[in-house]
């Protein structure tokens, strides 16, 4: 890696944006819009996405943008699709961009239903692992011991697993990507855009304010995410075949943790237990890349 | 007269950018005057949760008797950023106080300082705030609390009371920042003593016998909290809204605590059919939201309604329709409170119009849905919610569950959970008690329970009836008149949270030899009919100031006495001001006759 961010940038998403300063998400949101080019309507429902959008005509996005409400993106990105389609529009893609509180939570009805018809949308989940713009509330996206303003003493439960259940309805593509490898997230986000039907990519935000971050500490979080196999990076193709891409640099979960305010209660015990959360899941992805390749 | 103004009533406006501690000392100098036994009314303004920018305020008004809103004019400004206090400038009064950083480190444009906007009748007072606490703490941290101690000084308020609360606030901190807080309030304190006051600003000794000791300062929302507690609420099932937030974060914090029950589901329809659910089992249970989340509920306040299910439904307004104004204040939800829902579904709304209101409702809530076996709205707004002022609850909790009775059954006789009585109040069971099983159901049903359309218009009046002796129940304030008695020339009739302005109007006027008297009406349904059109007997006009566009309480008086009323509605984000709702009490006494039919004036009409 020569740390060189390598797409073509055309200016889609502007600066003047009002995301925290030092948010990863302003970074991911200009690599997928400039990769995802003009000819693009964004459907998007209420998150910190929504705020970094901006209104018009401060929008700083240059394209359509539609904000819907937040258990809507979904749907609402299925009738902008048939409406293209019906005025003879097959080209334009249609981006869903959401929050994981609007994705894990109140809009996976919605977002269920249109993987199951396969409608022809690209969905991304901006996931801060909580409803942040509320304040920093516990969304079914949070990790297990994370603590939140509704889960102050730590939450008890494991973050959903959405790419699992995303599988389960055989869509022809589902992603994870990080703000630490900026290259990887446009090849994703270019892959994506060339398939049809129901497309879906993750990509991690640590949240500053959230997770108890300095400023300047955004990347390098999502990178030990990535190292510690917290987060994993992982592509499925119609929903069985998986390409699992192991960390060149590998580092021990108590690193990621440790690094946030949000698991600063933690213990020992309660780390090791975090730490073989983390181990189950990396296994489990393993067996299905040998067994099922991509 | 009823309330004569004499004494202290001073407020302090603080206004910084994000991260200067704006509302860290705003929060310090209310704390400090209830402690000194003040009356407080507090409300904070600052950006949405994304961080790093934007304007923070923090507004304080202190007084000896009781007040109900902010004022326009504050006594005081203290400035921690220029740029963003400048245009807050115009809001001092004549021969107020204005209070800056006159040490400047950066180049400023032409007009970039503060100096240069103060008017001649209002008094400056420039000093080294950032000097101060460099000084005293070897860092420009403090600042905000070295602004504080020259307030405190040049007002001569007690340091001592400040160094009791600089030293709560930062308990939990390393001791070395209480110690370099107090070392800057002093500085602070200290560097005011050398200064000739030449303002008529004074803050004398609260007159307030209570003591200062037992007044609690607490936002709406803490106080909805708080009172849920103290009704011994059992489970409370939330998702997060602004700004109904922080009474879901207070519960998640204290409710396992209490041995009680907390959730955060995946939305509103679960959070609302969790409450239900849990009000079917026999616990006391609530949820909160705002107007989007309610929208979203109304599926099961209908349900509550048909299969008679006491719960709790906090509501905070704020801008709509749709995502509307999430952090501006509004009153535009009653419709949707009082109606929402499929079907003739009339529940109990209670409005609330002071923090101490929120407390005492919100702690009635449970006996009142419980009494009459149904939902209850707590229909609150972003300004109430946000808001502080000092309440001194009662020593003794009053709002303690009283046993629930098991309904008796006779030998042979079969149990009706919705029999038809003259109350319209059937015997309720819960699960698990003998004898009593039954089916709840949101269809129509007769008094067993069983589907049917056979009784469905005896059951209607049932669950409209039974509602309708809520409005005179013991303990609860529905509805309260203040001002002068027998005839006036205007009436203002006033809900929720635009009453103090309400209140407020009514002081000023009546300083002004107008014969004037307001109402307020806190159950917003079933509506105290009888109380409202006496009082409308009275008044040879009627207003209605409130902050929604279609005037959507007029439309309820006007509707439910068959009477014109004058609209004033507004829809800016912001409290309605007592200025405006004077204007219009005066064009109304300045015309010869009350309107033949209701008239409709915005309050930026009025201002135009």
Redo the contacts between chains.
């Keep these: 890696m020569d740390g060189k961010i390598d797409y073509r940038d055309d200016g889609l998403f502007c600066s003047g944006h009002?995301?925290?300063?030092g948010c990863a998400e302003a970074l991911s949101l200009r690599v997928i819009l400039n990769t995802m080019g003009p000819d693009t309507v964004a459907v998007v429902s209420?998150s910190?996405t929504a705020?970094i959008c901006g209104g018009h005509p401060m929008s700083s996005l240059k394209i359509p943008v539609f904000?819907t409400?937040i258990?809507s993106a979904a749907a609402s990105a299925a009738g902008v699709r048939r409406a293209l389609r019906a005025r003879g529009k097959v080209d334009t893609n249609v981006l869903c961009l959401a929050g994981d509180?609007g994705t894990?939570?109140?809009g996976?009805q919605a977002l269920s239903s249109v993987a199951e018809r396969n409608e022809d949308i690209l969905y991304i989940c901006f996931d801060n692992e909580g409803?942040?713009?509320?304040?920093?509330?516990?969304s079914?996206s949070t990790p297990r011991g994370a603590a939140t303003?509704?889960?102050?003493?730590g939450k008890r439960t494991r973050k959903k697993n959405m790419i699992e259940i995303m599988a389960a309805h055989r869509i022809p593509y589902i992603a994870t990507a990080s703000p630490s490898d900026l290259n990887d997230l446009a090849a994703k986000v270019e892959k994506a855009k060339a398939m049809r039907g129901t497309r879906m990519i993750i990509v991690l935000i640590p949240c500053?304010?959230g997770w108890g971050l300095a400023?300047d500490s955004s990347v390098q979080t999502a990178r030990l995410a990535v190292q510690s196999r917290a987060f994993p990076l992982v592509e499925i193709t119609d929903g069985v075949h998986y390409r699992l891409q192991t960390p060149e640099l590998c580092s021990p979960l108590a690193d990621y943790l440790t690094s946030q305010k949000r698991y600063r209660h933690l213990d020992a015990a309660e780390m090791a237990r975090l730490q073989a959360d983390v181990d189950t899941d990396w296994s489990m992805l393993q067996q299905r890349a040998q067994i099922s390749p991509a | 007269m009823e309330q004569p103004r004499v004494g202290t009533d001073i407020q302090f406006a603080i206004c910084g950018s994000a991260g200067d501690g704006t509302i860290a000392a705003g929060d310090i100098m209310k704390r400090a005057a209830a402690l000194m036994g003040f009356k407080v009314i507090a409300f904070d303004i600052y950006p949405?949760?994304?961080?790093?920018?934007g304007k923070c305020i923090s507004r304080i008004r202190i007084s000896d008797a009781q007040t109900y809103s902010l004022k326009r004019h504050s006594d005081v400004l203290i400035s921690l950023n220029d740029a963003h206090a400048i245009p807050h400038v115009g809001e001092v009064r004549d021969f107020g106080a204005v209070l800056f950083e006159d040490n400047s480190i950066a180049e400023l444009p032409e007009g970039g300082h503060i100096s240069a906007h103060i008017r001649a009748a209002q008094v400056p007072y420039g000093f080294g705030i950032r000097e101060i606490s460099e000084k005293a703490t070897g860092l420009a941290r403090s600042r905000n609390i070295a602004a504080l101690g020259y307030a405190a000084g040049l007002f001569n308020m007690p340091p001592g009371i400040f160094h009791q609360i600089i030293a709560e606030k930062f308990a939990k901190k390393p001791r070395a920042v209480t110690e370099d807080n107090t070392r800057a309030f002093d500085a602070g304190v200290e560097a005011a003593a050398r200064v000739f006051k030449l303002d008529d600003v004074s803050v004398g000794r609260p007159l307030s016998a209570a003591s200062g000791a037992d007044a609690v300062m607490m936002t709406g929302n803490g106080a909805i909290a708080r009172g849920f507690l103290e009704a011994g609420i059992q489970a409370y099932f939330?998702?997060?809204?602004?700004p109904a937030?922080?009474i879901?974060?207070r519960m998640?914090?204290a409710l396992?605590r209490e041995g009680g029950r907390?959730l955060?589901t995946?939305?509103?329809i679960s959070a609302i059919a969790a409450t239900l659910g849990a009000g079917y089992a026999g616990a006391r249970a609530a949820t909160a939201t705002s107007g989007?989340g309610l929208a979203?509920m109304t599926e099961m306040m209908g349900l509550g309604v048909m299969a008679e299910v006491p719960f709790v439904v906090a509501v905070s307004q704020r801008g709509g329709p749709?995502?509307g104004l999430p952090t501006k204040t509004e009153q535009s939800d009653l419709n949707l409170a009082v109606y929402g829902g499929s079907g003739d579904a009339q529940r109990i709304v209670l409005a609330p119009t002071n923090v101490e209101g929120c407390y005492r409702c919100a702690g009635m809530a449970f006996e009142i849905a419980e009494t009459y076996q149904t939902p209850v709205v707590l229909l609150v707004d972003l300004y109430l919610s946000n808001r502080f002022e000092t309440v001194i609850p009662p020593r003794k909790n009053i709002f303690a569950p009283k046993p629930r009775k098991t309904p008796k059954m006779g030998k042979g006789e079969e149990y009706q959970r919705f029999r038809l009585t003259e109350s319209g109040v059937s015997p309720r069971s819960i699960p698990g008690e003998a004898g009593l099983t039954h089916t709840v159901t949101g269809l129509e049903h007769d008094e067993i329970g069983h589907p049917s359309d056979r009784l469905h218009n005896e059951m209607n009046a049932k669950r409209h009836h039974k509602l309708l002796p809520a409005t005179h129940f013991p303990g609860l304030t529905t509805q309260k008149r203040f001002g002068d008695s027998g005839k006036v020339d205007v009436g203002l009739l006033g809900w929720g949270s635009t009453f103090g302005e309400i209140l407020e109007t009514l002081y000023t006027a009546q300083g002004q030899d107008i014969r004037v008297a307001v109402m307020k009406v806190v159950m917003l349904s079933p509506l105290p009919v009888d109380e409202i059109a006496a009082f409308m007997d009275d008044c040879t006009h009627v207003l209605v100031p409130e902050l929604n566009f279609e005037g959507q309480f007029a439309n309820m008086i006007s509707g439910a006495t068959g009477r014109p009323v004058t609209r004033l509605t507004q829809t800016t984000g912001a409290p309605m001001l007592v200025d405006d709702i004077l204007a219009e009490l005066h064009r109304l006494i300045d015309s010869p006759a009350p309107p033949p039919t209701s008239s409709h004036r915005t309050a930026e009409g009025v201002r135009a």
Excluded: W
């Excluded at chain 1, 009002?18 to 300063?21: K, L």
């Excluded at chain 2, 949405?48 to 920018?53: C, D, T, Y």
């Design positions: 009002v995301a925290c300063g209420p910190c705020v904000h409400t258990e509180g894990y939570d109140i996976i409803y942040m713009n509320t304040g920093g509330q516990k079914s303003g509704s889960t102050p003493d500053l304010p400023e | 949405p949760e994304i961080r790093g920018f939330g998702y997060p809204i602004t937030s922080s879901m974060e998640a914090a396992p907390f955060q995946e939305d509103e989007p979203l749709s995502t």
